[in-house]
């Protein structure tokens, strides 16, 4: 959730640099949490591991929103907190299980390009007029992409499965540009916490309707990865939403991108992973098309985990 709420609470005088490092462990948390997740998907699958993911972060987070100041949201809030949630488990869904199918980096690489769709949605769906920084972001954005995709043909050990994880991938990152929109809207009429609780529990709803068929009882040894994967990603939509709302976008943005060295380290350490140097290059022409897009409009070009 990194579109934080301007209170006057949250309005404080703060050194410029403590937002930017709080960001970038907010990063480190919501990297590990994405290897955490890999390493379940390929147990039990995407579905099952969102599913308990999100009931045992909506706990948390119910007892985080119990514990402090509450209101009940109203009608129209509860509907815009249904309809994110059904659009970040689609998010969720085919993201992860397109990791489970990628090396980290690369899905990790694909996914920066996120934020350039949001520039195009923007245009689309709240009539902002695109300038010509975001072209030539999108460029970037897009060359990055065809290097990496160009990367996977020249591979012959690459398989369909690959090509299917990297398509899983970018949808994901259309569905999550749509996300970004909604998250203003939500950012406006909720506090972080609240958002926390309810987009959690409307997504295990929505996900718990197919529960009869599709879930199954998780192993006991798989429950203590799972519960720290719930509480890396509330700690990081926390930590995110502290930075935001005490920084401009535009020097938090950056840190966004040590995601991708995150994705390296931890990629090669739990699942052996060896990234070639097309991802290295399509990698740096998204975060260049998205630093270009920063520069043009700060406020659209967000980091992905904030919404998982």
Known sequence: MSEAVKTSSLTGAVSPMIPVLVCALAISLLSGMDAAMKSLVIAVGVYNTVLWRSMVATLVAGAAWSAGQRSKP??????????RAAIVGIVLLSFFWGLARLPLAEAIGLSFIAPLFALLLAALLLGERIRRQAVWASVAGIAGV?????????????????????????ASTVFYAYNLILSRQQALLAKPIEIMLFQNLCLAIILGLAAPWLAVALPRDLWPPLVGVA??????????????ARAEAQYLIPTEYSAFIWAIALGWFFFGEEVVWTTLAGACLIVAGCLIAARANPKLAEPIEAAV
């Not at 109203?74 to 309809?83: D, E, G, I, M, S």
């Open 74 to 83: 109203t009608l129209p809030v509860l509907r815009l907190h249904a309809l």
């Open 231 to 244: 509480l890396l990603s509330l700690s990081g939509q926390f930590l995110m939403s502290w930075s935001y």
């Open 146 to 170: 065809a290097i990496i995709l160009a990367g996977q043909f020249g591979q012959a050990s690459r398989s369909q499965d690959t090509l299917l994880g990297t398509v899983a991938v970018l």
